[in-house]
């Protein structure tokens, strides 16, 4: 029913900032809230950001400060501005809807912070 597809990963210094996308296809008309996942290589899993439907956003303790979540509902796209970024937020990226009745995962963008 959506797909979600994620960009603006890549490599990038230390110190760094990258805005990662999140596009949907189509506009959500239920309550919902995307998450902002990352996972790196040997690690769980890990929320780092999230907004509802309703505008409400939370950002991870471990990344507050240097991450922000927002979105363009005329886009139907939510962002993820991170900035000063660190080699341990090397990771795959990964986007989530949520709704009352279905998640919905993005394919992930690789994110590498490497000098």
């Known amino acids: 029913q959506v797909q979600l597809v994620e960009s603006g990963g890549g490599l990038v210094q230390p110190g760094g900032s990258l805005r990662l996308s999140c596009a949907a296809s189509r506009r959500i008309f239920t309550i919902y809230t995307m998450g902002w996942y990352r996972q790196a290589p040997g690690k769980q899993r890990e929320l780092v950001a999230s907004?509802?439907?309703?505008?409400?956003?939370n950002v991870a303790d471990s990344v507050k400060g240097r991450f922000t979540i927002s979105r363009d509902n005329v886009k139907n796209t939510v962002y993820l501005q991170i900035n000063s970024l660190k080699p341990d937020d090397t990771a795959v990226y990964y986007c989530?809807?949520?709704?009352?009745?279905?998640?919905?995962w993005g394919q992930g963008t690789q994110v590498t912070v490497s000098s």
């Open positions: 907004i509802t439907s309703g505008g409400i956003t």
């Open positions: 989530k809807l949520v709704t009352a009745s279905m998640s919905y």
